[in-house]
């Protein structure tokens, strides 16, 4: 690596002086000119930049095992430890979210449901369980509120919505967005927390009404939601990254973009076998009419 800085601003500085300052001897330096690379150095230098691509690509988001995943798929004969190695010393490194808002999080509910799901975070078919949750998101604005709608069987989102208010209409307008885009046949069971979005009259009069049936995590425990908990982790280390928006409408469409043009049809999930939520799908929908 010395030798190479060297080569590179030997241009800018004398080389004799870089050696002195790098602690090389300049003799070694030229050597090493006259000789090409080794075959590890050559593949590390190859391997490097097929990792840079796929970080690129991913929306410079994923870890080393996602890349190492990527390489695979292009046909790399490549371990998760060398991938990890060539990543850090080309210094791609995860984005970290922010935390959760500070608040009161007390009061008593209004309408409480049995919590149905009791963490079996695996569904066996598409709209068997769909799981929602809220979250926030900074603007120079002012909060924006965003409620997501989740398929366990593919981890998909198959409704959100965010506006500037943590109302009802925000969760309705998720689970509508759901409803209108999967059209379920069958009874579904739609699992949340305890907050007063959830437990008011007009969610539980609009899940009558559309026949979907209510489960609730338990008060306070975060653990019963964890897949939503997940995505919105992902969500903020991945396209956040701490960032303050200068609008909601900016927030808005970034999480446009993350959700549909990201998340959706492209980020690798570990649940769905490193395949995308729509390419699980899409899979499993191949091998339910061949018969498998």
Not at 45 to 64: C, D, E, M, N, P
Not at 132 to 137: E, F, Q, S
Not at 152 to 178: E, K, N, P, Y
């Amino acid at each position: 690596m010395k030798y190479a800085f060297i080569r590179a601003h030997r241009e800018e500085f004398g080389v004799r002086a870089m050696c002195r300052v790098l602690r090389v001897h300049f003799s070694g330096f030229y050597a090493w000119l006259k000789e090409p690379l080794s075959y590890r150095a050559q593949e590390d230098a190859r391997q490097t930049k097929l990792i840079r691509q796929a970080w690129a690509g991913s929306g410079k988001v994923y870890g080393y095992r996602k890349l190492t995943d990527d390489l695979r798929d292009q046909g790399e004969r490549v371990s998760e430890n060398r991938v990890a190695r060539l990543a850090s010393l080309a210094g791609i490194a995860a984005q970290v979210g922010y935390r959760r808002r500070p608040g009161r999080y007390g009061g008593k509910p209004a309408v409480v449901a049995e919590n149905r799901l009791e963490q079996c975070f695996e569904a066996s078919r598409p709209d068997q369980v769909w799981v929602t949750d809220i979250t926030y998101l900074r603007t120079h604005e002012g909060w924006l509120y965003l409620c997501v709608v989740i398929d366990l069987f593919s981890r998909r989102v198959v409704g959100w919505s965010a506006q500037s208010r943590m109302t009802t209409d925000l969760a309705l307008q998720a689970l509508l967005m759901a409803i209108w885009r999967r059209k379920p046949t069958d009874r579904v069971m739609v699992h949340s927390d305890q907050g007063s979005q959830y437990t008011s009259r007009e969610w539980q009069t609009f899940l009558r009404q559309h026949g979907l049936e209510p489960s609730m995590s338990r008060r306070g425990n975060c653990h019963d939601n964890a897949v939503a908990e997940s995505f919105f982790q992902l969500l903020k280390r991945e396209r956040v990254r701490r960032r303050t928006y200068p609008t909601r409408e900016a927030a808005r469409q970034d999480v446009f973009e993350y959700i549909e043009l990201f998340y959706n049809p492209k980020r690798k999930h570990t649940n769905n076998g490193m395949l995308s939520p729509v390419d699980f799908e899409i899979r499993q929908q191949k091998l339910k009419e061949a018969g498998v």
